[in-house]
């Protein structure tokens, strides 16, 4: 399974950026994709979820701001960003294969190779 992650870039605060992941290898339709992201010296966290169903989920510094969405035909997932923060400042990965669990959400086994954003104040 190969992940490609890409649409990163420098942008101003309040600008917009689209991040999209292409999927190569697997059985991307039957398959949660999630995006995550790691800001310098913190760790990685949970930006969205969709499901295989299409189903969204989004952490709470994403809400109302982000667009997760997938094109299945492409094997494609993107990410629609909006109203950017610096404390959105991150390197994004996409990640296939997670699923909820009892204790939260749990990313899967494959990660692309994260993009890099950086927002401006």
């Not at 992650?5 to 689209?18: F, I, R």
């Not at 997932?77 to 404390?87: A, I, R, T």
Request: proline content about 5%; aromatic content about 8%; charged content about 15%.
């Amino acid at each position: 399974v190969q992940l490609q992650a890409s649409g990163g870039g420098l942008v101003q605060a309040g600008g917009s950026l689209k991040l999209s992941c292409a999927a190569s290898g697997s059985d991307f339709t039957r398959n949660a994709i999630h995006w995550y992201r790691q800001a310098p010296g913190k760790q990685r966290e949970l930006v969205a979820r969709i499901g295989s169903s299409g189903r969204t989920t989004y952490a709470d510094p994403a809400k109302g701001r982000f667009t997760i969405s997938r094109d299945n035909p492409k094997n494609a997932v993107y990410l629609q960003m909006n109203s950017l923060k610096p404390e959105d400042t991150a390197v994004y990965y996409c990640n296939l294969g997670g699923r909820i669990a009892v204790g939260g959400i749990i990313p899967g086994p494959y990660w692309g190779q994260g993009t890099l954003v950086t927002v401006s104040s």
